[in-house]
Nanobody
Framework: QVQLVESGGGLVQAGDSLRLSCAAS????????MGWFRQAPGKEREFVAA????????NYADSVKGRFTISKDNAKNTVYLQMNSLKPEDTAVYYC?????????????????????WGQGTQVTVSS
């Protein structure tokens, strides 16, 4: 049974940093493309960042490029999202997602429809 559990969310001020974690169980973590998405109240879920199964390729939404960094630790079965210079518009529930893939080493996924597994989300609130 695959489980993804996010943690690390909270209430911070604009300009602060947070690091989100997503701990995976029930899967061979190194075989998965990983992604982070977010959903603000009244808005659709949107892509934030993705990481290839090798960890060698990343991709970011334009809105977070240069401020957020996705990474993973295969030994800990955990993917991270380091968020710096947070803005009020980053306020949302953040979700991690996983999809099994062992093909092209640089392959990443931006579409939420392609991911098989999702966590329950962690709330991030950024005050101005």
């Amino acid at each position: 049974q695959v489980q993804l559990v996010e943690s690390g969310g909270g209430l911070v001020q604009a300009g602060d940093s947070l690091r989100l974690s997503c701990a995976a169980s029930g899967l061979t973590f190194s075989n998965y493309v990983m992604g982070w998405f977010r959903q603000a109240p009244g808005k659709e879920r949107e892509f934030v960042a993705a990481l290839s199964w090798t960890g060698g390729n990343t991709n970011y939404a334009d809105s977070v490029k240069g401020r957020f960094t996705i990474s993973k630790d295969n030994a800990k079965n955990t993917v991270y999202l380091q968020m710096n210079s947070l803005k009020p518009e980053d306020t949302a529930v953040y979700y991690c997602a996983a999809k099994y893939y062992r093909g092209t080493s640089t392959y990443i996924i931006r579409s939420s429809r392609e991911y098989n597994y999702w966590g329950q989300g962690t709330q991030v609130t950024v005050s101005s």
